[in-house]
């Protein structure tokens, strides 16, 4: 069964950095497209960004110009790097694959992680 | 940037009745790119349909997908008592990519 587990600091400074990580067990970080979302409280979740190892990362528009998406083939992890946080960042993460019908190449998320609440606040 | 709309944000069913829930986006989707999610408190949110209407592996009958352009519906035959969840839908843009997700519904006990 593939697992994904997010893993970080639950409380960051603002202007600071937000730094997670997503442990993913029983498949290989290779040849598949890793998500970053966030659920603001009280609010609709908010896709972040995804990498496709090797070589391709997407961003959202919104959040591209503090955002860094990255993979680490030999702990079979990827992270997310937000800069210059502010109390609007104050979210639960979370970490899934984006995967595809083989037959229609709909796209969807089939492996969640749990979720990581991280508060923004001095 | 696609919004889509769920609402009510609250359905209240008895188990074994019929619940029907919304998903209107503010322009059309092509329906490969629309799914729903159930989510449940402290759990990994789990795909219940994707392509508007083709259910995820090991998902029970029960549920369903429909719907086109702009308007699309998850429905759940006989509540079972595990299925008092909230539920999203969730859209894909291919140009630039982006997903974008509704606010939810919440289907509680009656």
């Known amino acids: 069964q593939v697992q994904l587990q997010e893993s970080g600091p639950g409380l960051v400074k603002p202007s600071e950095t937000l730094s997670l990580t997503c442990t993913v067990t029983?498949?290989?970080?290779?040849?598949?497209?890793w998500t970053w979302m966030r659920q603001p409280p009280g609010k609709g979740l908010e896709w972040i960004g995804y990498i496709f190892y090797p070589g391709n990362t997407k961003y959202n528009p919104s959040l591209k110009s503090r955002v860094t998406i990255s993979v680490d083939t030999s702990m079979n992890q990827f992270s997310l790097k937000l800069k210059s946080v502010t109390a609007a960042d104050t979210a639960v993460y979370y970490c899934?694959?984006?995967?595809?019908?083989?037959?229609?190449?709909?796209?969807?998320?089939?492996?969640w992680g749990q979720g990581s609440l991280v508060t923004v606040s001095s | 940037e696609i919004v889509l709309t769920q609402s009510p944000g609250t359905l209240s069913f008895s188990p074994g009745e019929r619940a029907t829930l919304s998903c209107r986006a503010s322009q059309s989707v092509n329906s490969g790119y629309l799914a729903w999610y159930q989510h449940k408190p402290g759990q990994s949110p789990r795909l219940l349909i994707y392509?508007?209407?083709t259910r995820a592996t090991d998902i029970p009958d029960r549920f369903s997908g429909s719907g086109s352009g702009t308007v699309f519906t998850l429905t759940i035959n006989r509540l079972e008592p595990e299925d008092f969840a909230v539920y999203f839908c969730q859209q894909y843009d291919i140009s630039p990519p982006l997903y974008t997700f509704g606010q939810g519904t919440k289907v509680e006990i009656k």
């Open positions: 899934a694959r984006r995967y595809y019908d083989v037959l229609t190449g709909y796209p969807f998320f089939d492996y």
């Open positions: 392509g508007a209407s």
């Open positions: 029983n498949v290989s970080i290779s040849g598949n497209y």
